[in-house]
C-alpha cells in the first residue's frame, strides 16, 4: 500500500467528541496488543461501536501493523460491512464476520477484540480448554464459551453459532483458533484479553512443567465476580486504563494522530 495509516488527515474536526474518545481508545487498543505481542502481523482485529450509533462500527485499516494504526485511520463500517468513511482502506472479511455477529447479538457489547497469541491457541487446542490452575483463572472460568472451528470465519451461516457459543460471557475461546474478549468499553475488553492469554500462558507454562498439578476447588470460581469487583474497589479496566495509556505514550507514541 503506498498510502500510509499515519499519514491520514486528522478525523478529529469531523466527528462528536464521543466518536473521537472511541477512536483514540481504540488506536491505543491495537497498539498495546502490538506491544504485548498477541499480534498476528495483519490478521487479527478490535471493533468498537460508534456512540449512538447501533449499527455504525470501527475497525482497523487491512493491511497495516496494529503499531501502526492511528484515530483516524480506523474505518466506519455499517453492519453490512459497507465503508462509511471516505478512506482507501480496505477491512477485513473475516474481522467483520466475527465483529458484526457479536455486536448485533450483545448491544452490551460497545468492543469486541479477538487475537491468535500463541498460548491462547495452544490452550484453545487442548481439549480441556482453560483449567483451573492460577488465581488469574477463576475470573476467566466464570465467564467463558467455547466455539469449535469451522475454518477461516468467512460465511454468515457461522453467525448464529458464534452468537450461541459466546452468550451472555466475556470470554469466547475459538478452538483450534484464538481467543475474543467483549466489554461494554474498549479498556473492558482489552484488560480482559489481558487476563485471558495470562492464563493461558500460565496453563502452558504449568503443564510443560511436567509435575502434578493443583486445581482451585470449584467453590472458589463461583465466587470470582465478586472477588474481582472488590480487588478493583469497583473500578473494574479503569483501574488500569489509565496507565496503560501511559506506558503506550512512552513506548509507541502517536495513536491520538
Not at 478490535?46 to 450509533?53: E, L, M, T
Request: glycine share 8%; with cysteine.
Amino acid at each position: 500500500m503506498s498510502t500510509s495509516p499515519t499519514s491520514v488527515p486528522s478525523r478529529r474536526p469531523h466527528v462528536s467528541a464521543e466518536e473521537w474518545r472511541t477512536r483514540v481508545n481504540l488506536a491505543a487498543a491495537y497498539r498495546l496488543v502490538a506491544l504485548f505481542k498477541w499480534d498476528d502481523l495483519v490478521f487479527t482485529h478490535i471493533s468498537a461501536r460508534v456512540p449512538g450509533s447501533d449499527d455504525h462500527f470501527l475497525i482497523n485499516p487491512y493491511g497495516f501493523m496494529f503499531e501502526e494504526i492511528t484515530a483516524s485511520s480506523l474505518v466506519k463500517v455499517d453492519a453490512q460491512g459497507n465503508k462509511l468513511d471516505d478512506t482507501p482502506f480496505a477491512v477485513n472479511p473475516a474481522g467483520f464476520t466475527i465483529h458484526s455477529a457479536v455486536h448485533g447479538a450483545r448491544h452490551d457489547a460497545d468492543c469486541v477484540l479477538h487475537v491468535h497469541s500463541l498460548n491462547g491457541i495452544a490452550v484453545s487446542a487442548q481439549k480441556g480448554g482453560v483449567l483451573p490452575l492460577s488465581q488469574q483463572s477463576i475470573f476467566v472460568l466464570s465467564s467463558l464459551g467455547y466455539h469449535d472451528y469451522e475454518g477461516v470465519a468467512l460465511r454468515d451461516d457461522e453467525k448464529p453459532r458464534l452468537v450461541r457459543d459466546l452468550g451472555d460471557k466475556t470470554f469466547l475461546m475459538l478452538r483450534n483458533h484464538g481467543l475474543l474478549t467483549v466489554g461494554a468499553t474498549v479498556a473492558d475488553a482489552f484488560v480482559s484479553m489481558y487476563l485471558f492469554e495470562t492464563v493461558c500462558t500460565i496453563q502452558v507454562r504449568a503443564q510443560a512443567g511436567g509435575g502434578e498439578l493443583i486445581a482451585v476447588p470449584p467453590q472458589i470460581v463461583s465466587t470470582a465476580q465478586q472477588q474481582a469487583a472488590a480487588v478493583t474497589r469497583g473500578l473494574g479496566a479503569g483501574l488500569v486504563w489509565p496507565g496503560l495509556l501511559r506506558r503506550l505514550e512512552r513506548s509507541l507514541p502517536g495513536y491520538d494522530a
